[in-house]
């Protein structure tokens, strides 16, 4: 195994369910060592490129290769995947401490070192006094915790989590953040999906930007913010609401993202000129303050869609 390859490369797969087209012609590579962000809103064909992945369903077009451990192939194996999947997949009525070992075993683990790594998690996710309870006790976020231990205590090389903040209060997400990071850090290539773009934009080094099953943007989370935080983009505050037709005349908007009734944001196309839209916007006799701001990744992904319309 070359180290240096990367682990897996998706080659323009393409889905339909029926007459639904899920996923067009989709390709991206991930290295190890990544943390990869499928980023899109709902119904973007998230779930159903991770499933793709897993072979949890076919493509209908489309190459993928997996490097992993020894040997290259269309299939990883099992015991070098964590799968976090979106609808819970554990035993419901058996102990909590209980399923997690027994998944961690049949997925290559020694069960003593699983049953000690699983009460190591489940102090680090404050739910040791839970571990001898039934899963279908504990609240929505706290099975949420339960399945991502399961998906990593045998200690994937590469994990797939599909949606690991849902159902989760923004503690526990912003501690999630460094889960998932402390768990990269030990050596394990990440893949996951979400619509939380402000989280996500914490930890992944590489993002795919998907809509309608399409890609929008696939490359370093650092240069989408240099290609795109250059850009102009204002935010106005008003004395009282604001006119919005006036304002969707401002040279070069692109679109207006609206705060509240008192401010918003402007975004412009590339060719905007400060001078011209400073201008425009000098009529507006009830604007009380104009700053630039930089923007943060669902600002991206918002213009990415006006552009491409
Ligand atoms: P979410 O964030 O809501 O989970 P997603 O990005 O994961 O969304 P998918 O679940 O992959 O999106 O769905 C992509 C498209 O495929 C949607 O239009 C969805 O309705 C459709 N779809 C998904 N699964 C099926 C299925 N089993 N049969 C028919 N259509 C499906």
Redesign the pocket.
């Known amino acids: 195994m070359n180290t240096l390859e990367p682990i897996l490369k998706v080659d323009n797969i393409n889905k339909y ?2 007459n ?1 087209q ?1 996923v067009r012609e989709v390709s991206f590579t991930l290295n190890r060592g990544d943390i990869f962000a499928f980023l ?10 991770l499933r793709i992945l897993l072979d949890i369903i076919k493509a209908d077009s489309g190459e993928i290769e997996w490097n992993i451990s020894d040997k290259k192939g269309k299939y990883p194996n099992v015991n070098d995947i964590g799968y976090l999947p ?1 609808e819970r997949g554990l035993y419901i009525d058996v102990p909590v401490i209980k399923s997690l070992v027994y998944l961690a075993s049949i997925r290559g683990a020694n069960p003593k070192d699983a049953k000690k790594s699983a009460y190591e998690w489940l102090e680090k996710l404050d739910l040791l006094d839970r571990a001898k309870e039934k899963l279908q006790v504990l609240s929505k976020g706290n099975q949420q915790k339960i399945q991502f231990i399961a998906s990593i205590l045998h200690k994937p090389k590469f994990a797939i989590l599909d ?1 690991p903040f849902s159902g989760m209060d923004p503690i526990n997400q912003e501690k999630f953040i460094d889960y998932i990071k402390e768990i990269n850090n030990t050596g394990t290539t990440i893949l996951l ?1 979400s ?1 939380q773009m402000q989280l996500v934009e914490k930890i992944a080094n590489k993002v795919f930007l ?1 809509n309608d ?1 399409k890609e929008l943007y696939n490359g370093k989370l650092a240069d989408i913010y240099h290609q795109y935080q250059s850009q102009l983009s204002l935010e106005l505050k008003f004395v009282e609401n604001y006119n919005e037709e006036d304002l969707l005349k401002t040279p070069d908007l692109l679109f207006i993202d609206k705060l509240n009734s008192q401010s918003c944001r402007l975004l412009f196309s590339e060719t905007a000129q400060l001078t011209q839209v400073l201008q425009h916007l000098s009529k507006f006799s009830n604007i009380t303050s104009i700053n630039s701001y930089s923007m943060n990744l669902h600002d991206i992904f918002v213009k990415l869609i006006k552009e491409k319309k």
Do not use: D, L, M
């Open positions: 369910y029926k639904v899920a899109g809103p709902n119904g973007a064909g998230k779930t159903t490129t979106e949606e999906s619509h998907i099953g």
